[in-house]
C-alpha cells in the first residue's frame, strides 16, 4: 500500500511571491504517477501538475514546477508569483492505474 | 477534459435515511470512482465503478452501506444508506481521461456536501 504525507498543515505567502509545498510518499511500486490538486472554497477539485515517475524532467504548467526526487520519494511544488486565486488546499496523490492516493492536504493563503 | 455534474450540490438529511447521489458525465468513460471527504480530511476512495460489472470497494467500505450502480458509460450513482452523522462529507466522483491505464489522470465532479442530523 502506498502512504502519502504532507508535513505542513498550512502555509502562507505573500502575493508575487514564490513558495514551495512539501510531500513525500512512500511506495514499493516502480512505474507510477504523482500529481497535484488545487481544492479552492468551492470545494472543486482541480489538477495542478502531473509527473511521471519513470521521467527524470521535472514537469512544468505555467507558473507550477515539481522538484521530483524519485530516490528520496519527494515530490514538492513549487508556485511561483503568486496570486490571490492560489488561496487553496493543495493536495498530493499517488497514482497507478487509476487508484489515487492522496496526502492530507496543505492550506496555501496568499495574502495581498 | 470531462465536464462532470453531481446531483444533488448539497443536502441535509436525518439520520437512519438513505441519499443517492449522481454522477453524470459528459463523454463515454470506463471507469468512474467514488470518493468520500470528511470535514477537514482528504480525500479517500470509497470505490471504483467499471460498466457492466459489480463496484470494487476499499477496505472499510461495504456495498450494503454504499450500493454504486454503473448503468452505462456515462452515469454512476452512490446511495449512502441508513446514515448516521458520522457520514456527513462531501462525496465526489471522478474519471479517468481516456482509457484506463498506468497514467490516467482523474478529473473530479463539483461534490455533494451531506449534512446528517
Known amino acids: 500500500a502506498q502512504t502519502v504525507t504532507q508535513s505542513q498543515p498550512e502555509m502562507s505567502v505573500q502575493e508575487a511571491e514564490t513558495v514551495t509545498l512539501s510531500c513525500t510518499y512512500d511506495?514499493?511500486?516502480?512505474?507510477?504517477?504523482l500529481f497535484w490538486y488545487k481544492q479552492p472554497p468551492s470545494r472543486q477539485m482541480i489538477l495542478v501538475i502531473r509527473?511521471?515517475?519513470?521521467?527524470?524532467q521535472n514537469a512544468t504548467e505555467n507558473r507550477f514546477s515539481v522538484n521530483f526526487q524519485k530516490a528520496a520519494k519527494s515530490f514538492s511544488l513549487k508556485i511561483s508569483d503568486s496570486q490571490l486565486g492560489d488561496t487553496a488546499m493543495y493536495f498530493c496523490?499517488?497514482?497507478?492505474?487509476?487508484?489515487?492516493?492522496f496526502g492530507q492536504g496543505t492550506i496555501l493563503t496568499v495574502h495581498p | 477534459s470531462a465536464v462532470i455534474s453531481q446531483k444533488p450540490s448539497r443536502d441535509i438529511c436525518q439520520r437512519g435515511t438513505s441519499l443517492t447521489i449522481q454522477c453524470q458525465v459528459d463523454?463515454?468513460?470506463?471507469?468512474m470512482f467514488w470518493y468520500r471527504q470528511q470535514p477537514g480530511q482528504s480525500l479517500t476512495l470509497i470505490a471504483t465503478?467499471?460498466?457492466?460489472?459489480?463496484?470494487?470497494?476499499e477496505s472499510g467500505f461495504v456495498i450494503d452501506k454504499f450500493p454504486i450502480s454503473r448503468p452505462n458509460l456515462t452515469f454512476s450513482t452512490l446511495t449512502v444508506s441508513n446514515m448516521s452523522p458520522e457520514d456527513s462529507s462531501i462525496y465526489l466522483c471522478?474519471?479517468?481521461?481516456?482509457?484506463?491505464?498506468?497514467?490516467?489522470?482523474?478529473?473530479f465532479g463539483p461534490g455533494t456536501r451531506l449534512l446528517v442530523l
Open positions: 496523490a499517488f497514482g497507478s492505474y487509476g487508484k489515487l492516493t
Open positions: 471522478s474519471v479517468e481521461d481516456g482509457a484506463h491505464r498506468l497514467g490516467a489522470t482523474q478529473y
Open positions: 465503478a467499471n460498466q457492466g460489472s459489480e463496484a470494487t470497494y
Open positions: 509527473q511521471e515517475a519513470y521521467k527524470q
Open positions: 511506495t514499493s511500486e516502480s512505474n507510477y504517477y
Open positions: 463523454s463515454q468513460v470506463t471507469m
